[in-house]
């Protein structure tokens, strides 16, 4: 009895946390990220830019000094916890 209430619990558990993961912030995510984490069913691009991207709803400045530059903290749900490919050199 112990361990079905347990386990429902654990169910019950996982469940809250995906379904507040499924509501993360995704206003802005490049279509391809050279440093990109996935945790959790969780994608986010670490990549730094001269300045905070368009849409971006979260923009942190990574670089104060000599040059700043930004990250857009802005994640996406993922299922298969791939993020894209990186992206290509000109």
Do not use: E
Request: proline residues 7%; charged residues 20%; contains cysteine.
């Amino acid at each position: 009895m112990k361990g079905t209430k347990l386990a429902a619990i654990l169910i019950l558990q996982a469940v809250l946390v995906m379904g507040i993961l499924s509501h993360v912030n995704a206003d802005f995510f490049p279509k391809c990220c050279n440093n990109c984490r996935s945790f959790s069913g969780v994608d986010v691009c670490d990549d730094a830019h001269p300045k905070c991207p368009k849409g971006c709803s979260a923009c942190r400045v990574v670089t104060p000094s000599p040059h700043k530059t930004f990250r857009c903290a802005d994640m996406k749900s993922t299922v298969d916890g791939t993020c894209g490919g990186p992206c290509k050199k000109h």
